[in-house]
Every structure is written in structure tokens, then in C-alpha cells.
């Protein structure tokens, strides 16, 4: 008989565990255990039967990105083969289902004689109730006080979950079949060469997807060199990555201007009807006819590069997630200058809000919008509305605002508002976007909207389209993503006064 598969994931979730599976009958057959597995035979561990999975999660290490099934990280803690034992050597799937399973392993941390034993619910039970107890036996692979928690690391990567989190290789679609649901998260070296050798059309292998590119040394930025298709193309590629998280389950409005940034784009919410089929997508269930029924959702780095091909500059996700539209992931402060508002009024308006978000506790992170503007993205928790953030921005904005009157205007309408400022809360609202960070704007250099220290509003170097697609990868690589904090830090707004 042919040696079986067990694999054991430590998979952050909404509690930590460890998934330990066995390869049965072609399938994962799968017990939650949320202690861990151990060594010491004097221990034993609460274990939760639960749904099979499919051969193809059994080497997957990555991120599942937050609202699907699962949502956190995972590590391949531990990996080899097992055998059943004794009685249940024949039919180890009978084994499981009447109950009791004797098995050893040969793992790089687990070895030796395991038993899993049934002790409530079961075939007759009901869902999520079929509880079981992990031991292992005295043998000579024992050994008291062996605790899984004092052997972090990936068995695969060397890597702890919290390194997986922060740099992944991959993400796990949940909603894709099992074969195709393990996504690589990073271009190879030859997948980016491999679209420099193509001509002005061509088919590129990226990300796990075959691709048709084309027109790819169109000009679509002004600059020294100029920008073309091919280079945006690799750009794209390049802070895919980075920009996903920020794309992943939420609807995407592109602004496309398929002839360059010199032209007058125009905003496509509409997925076409040729896009390839594994593109993720959201049907808007409120859409009344003659609006947008069916939107792109970037859940994979090959989708952003399909929308960039697309003629897609400009990237606008979202404020909200498809699982629930009307509910903000963030609370938007959109600093928008007037005609007659220098760079430095604007700085002193942002700085500002930075005292008053200290003062307030709350965490949120700046960016330059690659145009004349910064934003503030607060992150927020599950269970607001858009009239909530709308009405937090605007009573924070009033209040900062007060400070320096003279430079901010509340009209409504632009030629009213004398060249002022306008701190925009109102787009805190259901299909209402800002840029995402890092995306392109259609402007010759092709700034980008990038995120910002704080500190960095007190540079006297800082401008708000300083750093373009050229410029932003090597900040990126030495700083970091300095935005990511609005992704890992939901919070509740404190009242304003
Ligand atoms: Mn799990």
C-alpha cells in the first residue's frame, strides 16, 4: 500500500488551532485541535472532527484573505506520512467513522503511535458537535511537557505564522474549486522578464494565469522616458502583492483611460461580458436596471493586471466589502484642496488631524493621492454604517477644521467655495471611492497614491505627487507597507467631543 499523507496546519483564524489530516479514501479527512498535538503521553487533547478537504490544501501556506471561509493564516507546521495500525490497518475511513483510529506518524515533530477516540457526537450528532480526544501513546517517540506551541516554525518555509502574515507566498481562494484555489502571491523573476520579450501583443504567463496582453509599447504616461503599457504592465505586477489586501472582497470601480493619461478617462464599473471566467466578481443584488449589476473583485494579483491591461489606471475599490455593502471597513478623511490652497495649508490642516486622532487614540494611517490631496483611513469594526463614519468624519473635520477657519470652506459647491480647502467626509457612502493606495494617477511620471509616515508631514521634501511608479517600489521595499495598519487594526470611534 502506498504511504498516505498527514499534514498539520496551524491556522490562525478566529481562535488559533492546528488542522491535523490525514489522507484517507483520496481526501483530507481533518480534526481541528486547538491546543495542538503533543508528544507527552500523560496529555490529552480536545479534537473536533470536521469537514474533509481536498488534496490540494495539503501543502498550502499562505493567507485566506479575511470574510472567506477560514479567513486568517496558516502554516504548514508539521508534514510526512502515517500508517493505521493494528484492528483499523484495513479500513482506517471505517476506523474514523465508527470512532476510534490507532495510527503512527513519521513527521519531522510528531512521530510515533497516536490514537484518536470519538467521545460525543459523531454520525448521529449534530453539526459541529462530533467531539474526539488526541493522545499519544507510551512509546519511545514520548516525551513528557513537549508542548506544540514551543515549536513554531513552518516545516515547509521555516517561517512562524506571523512571518507568513506579513509577507505570504500565497492565498487561498476559498471560493474557487480546490485545484485552482491556491494562488501564488509573487512574480518569479522569469515571469517578469517573460513580458519583456513579448511583442506589442502577446499571451503572459503571471501569477498562476495565462494573460493576453496587448498594445504594450502604447504610451500611456508623459514623462522621461515615457511610460508605456509594458511598463505599467510590470508595475502592476510588481505591487500586485502589495495592493491586493486592499482590493480582496470588495467591488472595483476603474477608471480606465485606455489611450494614456493625456486623454479624458472615464469610469467603467461594469465587468465585460469577455472577461475570462476566473476573474472573481460581485453581482450587486440592489443594482435597479441601467446601473452596474456585475463588478470586477481583485481576490488575485493575475485580476489586477487583467483590469491594468484593461486600460484600468486609476484603482478605486470599495469602502465596503461584497459580504456586506453597506456596512465601511474604514472611515474616509479626504483632504481636498482648493484652487487657492497652498501645499503648506494643506499640511497644516493635516497635521492637524493628526494631533486630533492622538488625542483621540484612534490609529489611521495618511497618503499623498499622487495628485494635490491627502487622505485618512481609519480603520473601523464590523457593525457601522456609512451614516455612522460619515457623521464621525464630519464631526471630527468640523472640529479640526475650527482651528484654522480661514482656510477651509463647507459649501457644498466648488465655485462657491472661494479657493478653499473642503474636508470631504461625503465620501462616506455606499459606492462612493477613494484611490487605492499605490495606484497610479493619470498625470505625466505617473505619481502614484502613496502612503506616508506621520512624521513625514513635518518633511519639508514631502509633495503630494512626489513618488511615481519609477520611484515607489524601492520605497516600498526599505519601508514597507506603511498603509497595512488600516487592514489589521479595526477599532470603534470614540465620540468627537
Ligand atoms: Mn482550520
Redesign the pocket.
Same mark, same amino acid.
Given at each position: 500500500m502506498a504511504e498516505k499523507r498527514f499534514v498539520v496546519q496551524r491556522?490562525r =483564524?478566529r481562535r488559533l488551532?492546528y488542522?491535523f489530516r490525514l489522507e484517507i479514501d483520496g481526501v483530507l479527512v481533518s480534526w =481541528?485541535v486547538p491546543k495542538g498535538p503533543t508528544l507527552d503521553p500523560a496529555v490529552r487533547r480536545a479534537a473536533f472532527h470536521v469537514e474533509d478537504h481536498p488534496m490540494a490544501y495539503e501543502n498550502f501556506e499562505g493567507v485566506i484573505p479575511s470574510g472567506q471561509y477560514?479567513g486568517g493564516d496558516v502554516i504548514v507546521w508539521d508534514a510526512g506520512t502515517w500508517e493505521p495500525r493494528d484492528q483499523d490497518a484495513a479500513d482506517p475511513g471505517r476506523a474514523v467513522e465508527n470512532g476510534e483510529l490507532h495510527f503512527d506518524v513519521h513527521g519531522s515533530k510528531l512521530r510515533g503511535r497516536f490514537v484518536l477516540v470519538r467521545t460525543r457526537g459523531g454520525r448521529f450528532g449534530r453539526a459541529g458537535q462530533d467531539e474526539w480526544l488526541m493522545l499519544h501513546k507510551r512509546d519511545e517517540y514520548a516525551v513528557s511537557g513537549w508542548d506544540a506551541e514551543d515549536h513554531p516554525d513552518s516545516v515547509l518555509s521555516g517561517r512562524t505564522n506571523d512571518q507568513v502574515k506579513a509577507d505570504p507566498d500565497r492565498i487561498w481562494r476559498s471560493d474557487l474549486p480546490a485545484a485552482r484555489a491556491s494562488i501564488p502571491l509573487k512574480a518569479a523573476a522569469e515571469e517578469l522578464a517573460a513580458l519583456h520579450s513579448l511583442g506589442a501583443n502577446g499571451t503572459w504567463e503571471i501569477f498562476g494565469r495565462r494573460l493576453r496582453v496587448t498594445n504594450l509599447d502604447k504610451v500611456l504616461f508623459p514623462g522621461s522616458p515615457p511610460i508605456t503599457k509594458r511598463d505599467f504592465l510590470d508595475y502592476t505586477a510588481r505591487v500586485a502583492p502589495t495592493v491586493t489586501p486592499y482590493l480582496t472582497r470588495r467591488a472595483l470601480n476603474m477608471h480606465r483611460y485606455p489611450n494614456g493619461a493625456g486623454t479624458k478617462g472615464f469610469w467603467q464599473k461594469e465587468l465585460p461580458s469577455h472577461a475570462p471566467e476566473w476573474l472573481a466578481r460581485w453581482t450587486n443584488p440592489e443594482a435597479a436596471r441601467g446601473e452596474t449589476q456585475t463588478y470586477l473583485v481583485v481576490d488575485e494579483p493575475a485580476a489586477l493586471i487583467w483590469a491594468a491591461n484593461f486600460g484600468a489606471l486609476e484603482w478605486h475599490p470599495w469602502t465596503s466589502r461584497i459580504d456586506s455593502p453597506h456596512e465601511p471597513t474604514y472611515a474616509l478623511l479626504d483632504l481636498d484642496p482648493g484652487t487657492g490652497t497652498s501645499w503648506e495649508d494643506l499640511l497644516s490642516l493635516a497635521r492637524l488631524h493628526r494631533t486630533a486622532l492622538e488625542h483621540l487614540g484612534v490609529s489611521a494611517r495618511a497618503k499623498v493621492t499622487g495628485r494635490r490631496g491627502i487622505q485618512i483611513w481609519v480603520p473601523v469594526e464590523p457593525g457601522l454604517s456609512f451614516d455612522d463614519t460619515r457623521a464621525w468624519a464630519h464631526d471630527l473635520s468640523r472640529t479640526v477644521g475650527a482651528v484654522l477657519p480661514a482656510l477651509v470652506s463647507w459649501k457644498w459647491q466648488k465655485d462657491e467655495r472661494g479657493g478653499l480647502a473642503r474636508l470631504d467626509y461625503t465620501q462616506n457612502a455606499i459606492n462612493r471611492t477613494l484611490v487605492a493606495p499605490y495606484s497610479p494617477r493619470p498625470a505625466p511620471e505617473a505619481p502614484v497614491s502613496a502612503p506616508i509616515a506621520w512624521d513625514e508631514l513635518d518633511d519639508p521634501a514631502l509633495r503630494p505627487d512626489g513618488f511615481t511608479m519609477r520611484t515607489i517600489l524601492p520605497r516600498l521595499a526599505s519601508q514597507g507597507d506603511l498603509f497595512r495598519e488600516v487592514l489589521d487594526h479595526p477599532q470603534q470611534l470614540p465620540p468627537i467631543n
Open positions: 491556522h =483564524a488551532h488542522d =481541528a477560514g
